[in-house]
Nanobody, 128 residues
Framework: QVQLVESGGGLVQAGGSLRLSCAASGRPFSGYGMAWFRQAPGKERELVAAISWSAGTTYFTDSVKGRFTISRDNAKNMVYLQMNSLKPDDTAVYYC?????????????????????WGQGTQVTVSS
């Protein structure tokens, strides 16, 4: 059974940084694309960043480009989201997600429906 556990959320002032971590277990890690989503109160869930199973392709939504970085460490079964220059609009619950299919084409990285496994979420609050 695939399990994803996020950590690293918290309260930070605007302009600050946080690093979110996601620990994966239950299946081989390296062959699956990974992503971070977020959902703010009253808003739809948004795909924030994704990284291909090969780690050769990444995706970022426009609002976080240049500020966020996604990475993975296959030896540790971990995926990270480094968030810099945080803004109050970044406030949301952040979810780690894993692709349901191994070795998917990187061109499909940003298709949200690919991601069938979810963590419990971690709250990120950015104060102004």
């Amino acid at each position: 059974q695939v399990q994803l556990v996020e950590s690293g959320g918290g309260l930070v002032q605007a302009g600050g940084s946080l690093r979110l971590s996601c620990a994966a277990s239950g299946r081989p890690f390296s062959g699956y694309g990974m992503a971070w989503f977020r959902q703010a109160p009253g808003k739809e869930r948004e795909l924030v960043a994704a990284i291909s199973w090969s780690a050769g392709t990444t995706y970022f939504t426009d609002s976080v480009k240049g500020r966020f970085t996604i990475s993975r460490d296959n030896a540790k079964n971990m995926v990270y989201l480094q968030m810099n220059s945080l803004k109050p609009d970044d406030t949301a619950v952040y979810y780690c997600a894993a692709d349901s299919l191994a070795l998917r084409a990187p061109s499909l990285l940003a298709r949200a429906d690919n991601y069938g496994y979810w963590g419990q979420g971690t709250q990120v609050t950015v104060s102004s």
